[in-house]
T-cell receptor, first 108, second 116 residues
Framework: GIQVEQSPPDLILQEGANSTLRCNFSDSVNNLQWFHQNPWGQLINLFYIPSGTKQNGRLSATTVATERYSLLYISSSQTTDSGVYFCAVSPGNNDMRFGAGTRLTVKP | GAVVSQHPSWVICKSGTSVKIECRSLDFQATTMFWYRQFPKQSLMLMATSNEGSKATYEQGVEKDKFLINHASLTLSTLTVTSAHPEDSSFYIC????????????FGPGTRLTVT
């Protein structure tokens, strides 16, 4: 099956810093989504981005489908950005496969 | 729009009992819903694909007789954990895709199951 690798596994930042999270996948996909899992476990959908670039406030994402990777940019990080960020992909029109996640800690 | 709800949000049950978790798409129809399980500090793992009006498809290693899935309508799927054991304690999350939309999937808030 499709493999999804996220890097780095852990990231510690000072408030106000910028960061880039990466997601590599091993096959063509119809769907790629980035999520932030909050402390209560809920997955917050950040981006649906099987290709191209999107921006939402301090967050932006780029997926280069031909090279099988996606990047999530967080600018001017805040302590509320802390948590686990997941990349998930779907090669078809069905189930999604998740990466192991990046655990982000933003210190005040 | 595109909201998925789960009920209950948390449940504690005794070993040997059964627990039912509901997943509803509130403002769209979903021919397919998915059930995931997440253990502490781990990623989400797909358990099964729930198809409206037909049998669910289970991932390798997931016992279909233990995790009963019913997708009776285009807005409701249920997961029943039968004869629960402490090792079934986990965070269960469902998702759904709008059959009239893109490939984007919408996730429920999750159900935390603790078996004592």
């Amino acid at each position: 099956g499709i493999q999804v690798e996220q890097s780095p596994p852990d990231l510690i930042l000072q408030e106000g810093a910028n960061s880039t999270l990466r997601c590599n996948f091993s096959d063509s996909v119809n769907n790629l989504q980035w999520f932030h899992q909050n402390p209560w476990g809920q997955l917050i959908n950040l981006f649906y981005i099987p290709s191209g670039t999107k921006q939402n406030g301090r967050l932006s994402a780029t997926t280069v489908a031909t090279e099988r990777y996606s990047l999530l940019y967080i600018s001017s990080s805040q302590t509320t950005d802390s948590g686990v960020y997941f990349c998930a992909v779907s090669p078809g029109n069905n189930d999604m496969r998740f990466g192991a996640g990046t655990r982000l800690t933003v210190k005040p | 729009g595109a909201v998925v709800s789960q009920h209950p949000s948390w449940v504690i049950c005794k070993s040997g009992t059964s627990v039912k978790i509901e997943c509803r798409s509130l403002d769209f129809q979903a021919t397919t819903m998915f059930w995931y399980r997440q253990f502490p500090k781990q990623s989400l793992m797909l358990m099964a694909t729930s198809n409206e009006g037909s049998k669910a498809t289970y991932e390798q290693g997931v016992e279909k007789d233990k995790f009963l899935i019913n997708h009776a309508s285009l807005t409701l799927s249920t997961l029943t954990v039968t004869s629960a054991h402490p090792e079934d304690s986990s965070f269960y999350i469902c998702s759904a895709r709008d059959r009239g939309g893109t490939y984007e999937q919408y996730f429920g808030p999750g159900t935390r199951l603790t078996v004592t």
